[in-house]
């Protein structure tokens, strides 16, 4: 099978869907190899922290009930990860002063700490803004749009025919 990168000005449908289904195991595959810093190494990060830490990096402080709908998983959830994260130093949680039931999550103070997150997601921030500054904004929504749409799909329930058929 041909793993060559497509060209031309246009594909069929299924010209897509094979160079997706070639294309975005390898992708996978690569992003869970990129090495941890040695600084974060022993905190056993997984990927559900990394989504976590992509959040608070670009978007900064930020409510656990917010974390919970951007990752798409319940408050409980993110206050377990918040917990984990908090023991070993990565991340740090207050009060909002506005409202005092909320709480705020943003990542530690630590300079040393903070660069280490940094450097963990710069190659794959660096890899998307070389990607996505050789197209045009339409295309780039275009793009996101697609891959989310995708994610959608796949996560959702198969079409009743299918479940019968066994």
Request: proline fraction near 8%; charge should be positive.
């Amino acid at each position: 099978m041909s793993t060559e990168p497509v060209t031309g000005a246009s594909l069929s449908t299924e010209q897509a869907v094979r160079a997706m289904l070639l294309t975005l195991p390898r992708l996978v595959s690569r992003a869970k190899r990129t090495p941890v810093p040695e600084r974060l190494r022993s905190l056993h990060l997984a990927p559900r922290h990394l989504t976590l830490l992509s959040c608070l990096l670009f978007d900064g402080p930020t409510p656990v009930k917010d974390l919970a709908a951007r990752l798409e998983v319940a408050p409980t959830t993110v206050s377990l990860l918040v917990s984990d994260l908090q023991r070993q130093g990565v991340v740090q949680r207050r009060s909002d002063p506005g409202d005092r039931r909320r709480t705020i999550v943003s990542l530690t103070g630590d300079p040393a700490t903070r660069a280490a997150i940094d450097a963990w997601l710069a190659a794959g921030a660096r890899a998307w803004r070389t990607v996505f500054d050789g197209l045009t904004p339409q295309e780039r929504a275009t793009f996101v749009r697609a891959i989310q749409a995708y994610e959608a799909e796949v996560s959702a329930p198969p079409p009743e025919e299918a479940r019968n058929d066994g």
